[in-house]
């Protein structure tokens, strides 16, 4: 069997298998699953075995991802990369029904998870990054005023507070359950 790229054939025999998610029981050739080219030349990943590299043949694509490798690489629902698409967040470009992400997607998805770890809502998020869109690098880290900074920072303070009021109360609870 040879699989036909924008590059030319490559024996499916040189691809190396990818073991399957789940239970790690069977192999399967993940990289089979993936669009390895199109007519137009907006190729994803080609799959190129250590001997295609070595012979000389091109692997310089720009890497890409699909919806189950960057649900796996960060710990997300693939539910969750499809709600933060639907938000405007993440812009996969599609092969029919496939998601395919590339580097700025996946820079971008950094960016969200680590605004959503320190506590700002998707509209905050949505504001930080917009900057980004529009240039070429993708942004390393949110970009975060003075202003926002502080008023994140009290509002988790306020937060801590309200935690420790919660946690005395349901310990005194607690301790009367088992006084009885």
Do not use: C, W
């Not at 789940?22 to 001997?51: D, I, K, W």
Request: proline fraction near 4%; glycine fraction near 8%.
């Amino acid at each position: 069997m040879v699989r036909i790229g924008s590059t030319g054939a490559v024996p499916v025999s040189r691809m190396q298998p990818v073991p399957a998610a789940g239970n790690g029981s069977s192999a399967q050739f993940g990289r089979l699953n993936r669009v390895v080219g199109t007519m137009n030349n907006s190729t994803t990943e080609q799959a190129y075995s250590p001997e295609d590299t070595a012979a000389g043949r091109r692997t310089d694509r720009p890497k890409t991802y699909t919806i189950g490798d960057l649900a796996r690489e960060f710990g997300v629902t693939l539910r969750t990369l499809r709600f933060y698409e639907d938000r405007g967040l993440l812009s996969p470009r599609r092969e029919g029904t496939a998601r395919i992400y590339d580097a700025r997607d996946r820079s971008r998805l950094a960016v969200i998870l680590k605004g959503k770890q320190l506590g700002f809502t998707l509209t905050e998020i949505r504001a930080m990054v917009a900057e980004e869109r529009g240039s070429e690098m993708p942004a390393a880290n949110l970009k975060l005023s003075l202003a926002q900074v502080d008023d994140q920072i009290a509002h988790l303070e306020q937060q801590k507070v309200e935690i420790e009021q919660a946690l005395a109360e349901l310990k005194a609870h607690r301790a009367s359950l088992v006084a009885a």
